[in-house]
């Protein structure tokens, strides 16, 4: 009984959930439908408790409270909105606006996340709404090959240099914040809470690898990002704790810092434990990444003004990607944490498609999607 009192009251609304339930009908007045738990009267059924499952996107809240997924009426396309209060925020509707502007968005290094739409909610003018594409998350699917390790680290840090080239330290750098178009990947669709699954949460949902059909990563998430004057070399700002809690010169009595020399550790330091190291709870890290190392632990270092700016770091990736061979680029990274049953399922499958690939004279790394 207290089991059903439990899952009863995890799969309850929750009170960030209210806004979107009590906009419903405005929203869909905009152009956009959200799912059943969003609408007016929703409840979970009084009977047969057991036998729903955690899995269903309608009996779980999002894991971001500013964010919800719903329907484009016009074409039936899922999208994502974000709930933005200017006061806390004040620069995110104006650097994600310029970012998608018609100036920066035919940069094919432009690798943040498209804005479609800007609601404003006649009840609340502090709040602004996003419209995004609904991305896939980065965890949903692991690195098949060293080559599409490459290609995702290619992605970022070009991405990054895009943004520095612009003037804009984006401040909050993890994998939270980074996401992937899986509408190739992903044929089944993806669940909005947990992108391992399907909609509904029937079973996981199938999915090509990143050599299969190759993603386009995203930035997503400047609620932190500054633009700073073209003209100062050397711009301070105040520390700002973003989800990386680690950075060095956080840590110290100085009053303010170049963020951009932050977003290198930022960018460093996420490779380091989503991609190398692993993390106790969250990420796995993969063996065979050592020749990354020297350019990360420079990345990373104390000091900041010793880290390297984002132009040497995109010089020196891609020395690095040219001394590794189409044998390193096609072998499949192990994890550090895992099973030896699924390693060796995983093993044996790749090695069929690495054949596959070597026949049909498929790339390494993969091709970047075009924008």
């Not at 896939?136 to 490459?150: K, R, Y």
């Not at 178009?181 to 996981?204: L, S, Y």
């Not at 996420?270 to 050592?290: Q, S, V």
Request: glycine share 6%; hydrophobic share 35%; net charge positive.
């Amino acid at each position: 009984m207290r089991f059903r009192a439990a899952k009863r009251a995890a799969m309850s609304l929750k009170d960030h959930e209210f806004f979107w339930r009590d906009h419903t009908t405005w929203f869909e007045s905009k152009g956009y439908k959200l799912r059943s738990r969003y609408q007016p009267g929703w409840e979970l059924p009084s009977t047969g408790i057991d036998e729903l499952s955690f899995e269903d996107e309608n009996h779980t809240s999002m894991p971001r409270a500013a964010v919800v997924d719903a329907i484009r009426i016009t074409d039936g396309k899922r999208v994502l909105l974000k709930k933005i209060s200017k006061s806390n925020h004040p620069f995110e509707v104006e650097i994600t606006k310029l970012l998608s502007s018609d100036a920066l968005a035919s940069d094919a290094r432009n690798y943040c996340v498209r804005l479609l739409d800007v609601l404003q909610p006649t009840d609340a003018p502090d709040i602004t709404i996003l419209v995004f594409p609904f991305l896939q998350q980065l965890t949903a699917s692991p690195f098949d090959t060293f080559g599409e390790i490459v290609g995702f680290i290619k992605q970022i840090f070009d991405g990054l240099q895009f943004l520095h080239h612009h003037h804009i330290a984006h401040r909050d750098i993890g994998i939270p914040n980074f996401m992937m178009d899986g509408n190739e990947m992903f044929p089944e669709g993806w669940n909005a809470v947990d992108g391992r699954w399907t909609p509904r949460g029937q079973k996981h949902s199938n999915a090509y690898t990143r050599t299969q059909r190759p993603p386009r990563y995203h930035f997503i998430d400047f609620g932190l990002s500054r633009r700073f004057d073209p003209s100062d070399t050397n711009p301070l700002a105040e520390p700002i704790a973003g989800g990386d809690r680690t950075v060095p010169e956080f840590k110290t009595n100085k009053e303010a810092f170049n963020p951009f020399q932050t977003d290198i550790y930022y960018i460093g330091n996420t490779i380091r434990e989503f991609i190398m190291k692993g993390t106790p709870f969250e990420y796995k890290g993969y063996y065979g990444t050592g020749f990354l190392g020297p350019l990360i632990r420079d990345m990373v270092q104390d000091d900041p003004t010793k880290r390297p700016t984002i132009d040497e770091v995109v010089t020196r990736f891609d020395k690095i990607c040219k001394e590794l061979s189409s044998w390193k680029l096609r072998s499949r990274p192990i994890p550090r944490r895992g099973t030896i049953s699924k390693g060796l399922r995983r093993h044996i499958d790749h090695w069929k498609r690495r054949l596959d690939y070597i026949k049909q004279d498929v790339p390494p790394i993969p091709l970047r999607p075009s924008l």
